[in-house]
């Protein structure tokens, strides 16, 4: 779909529509620096098998062009879903890929992850004709690697209404998405009680990932409110993927 000042593109309409749907929906993120392309491959297969709506890939770490690029062809060799890349910097963008999380890190501290990182990216985007989706990405309590990378002050786990302002702010600079995350492989999840509050008050869809590793975790974070659940630890365990992912999902619709 051609994207105008009214219109969305294909992608964002597929997680949309999925949304409208199932109430919420689950996204499978891979690191390209921790999988290997026959690995990203099956792994995104088994997760499109177990009911995922789309395939992330990035990471804090990502520093090879070369190396997303080869992760995200074999992805797309064996899935029919959306691959959406989730950059932490410049290099985290693939031409091999449907569409970009065009993300501002809103609680850094450094204006490169706010705009300066973007407006080095926007060309290749256009050049390579992703698909953007406007993100305002929010770090949560000890944010880990992507904390430190991104050089963000992370909003405190139990400040709620400190989340729900920078979500507001998101949608008032006319962001599609807001994403509250806690971290890979983080200790704690973002707190029920804080997306109730957010939710209380933006109608952007809210995105949530970092620290969830069971269903029962998933459950709450889509009941008080999320829309999108991103996992990315859950795929790095040994065991039947597609059975995990499958549980994960059914545990999150709301429908």
């Known amino acids: 779909m051609k994207k105008g000042f009214d219109m969305i593109g294909r992608v964002e309409k597929h ?56 992760v995200v062809k074999a992805i797309k060799k064996t899935t029919k ?80 209404e400190l989340a729900a302002a920078h979500v507001l702010t998101a949608q008032y600079l006319g962001m599609h998405f807001a994403y509250l995350e806690a971290g890979s492989g983080a200790k704690k999840t973002v707190r029920p009680e804080m997306i109730r509050v957010v939710k209380g008050i933006v109608q952007i869809p809210l995105i949530i990932g970092g620290g969830i590793k069971t269903g029962l975790q998933a459950r709450e974070i889509a009941k008080a409110g999320a829309d999108i659940v991103v996992t990315g630890t859950l795929t790095e365990k040994r065991g039947n993927l597609k059975e995990k992912i499958s549980s994960m999902v059914a545990s999150i619709k709301k429908r």
């Open 81 to 160: 879903i959306p691959v959406i890349l989730f950059p932490n910097n410049i290099t985290g963008i693939s031409r091999y890929a449907d569409a970009i999380w065009f993300m501002s890190l809103l609680n850094s501290a450094d204006p490169y992850f706010i705009t300066g990182a973007q407006v080095l990216g926007a060309p290749l985007v256009k050049r390579f004709g992703l698909e953007a989706i406007p993100l305002g990405y929010i770090i949560v309590g000890e944010g880990e690697s992507a904390s430190v990378i991104g050089r963000a002050c992370p909003i405190p786990y139990d400040k709620h």
């Open 15 to 70: 997680l949309l529509d999925k949304i409208k749907t199932d109430g919420a929906i689950h996204i499978t993120l891979l690191d390209p620096e921790k999988v290997t392309p026959n690995v990203a491959s099956y792994t995104a297969h088994e997760a499109e098998a177990g009911g995922s709506t789309a395939i992330m890939v990035g990471g804090s770490t990502v520093t090879s062009s070369t190396r997303l690029d080869h």
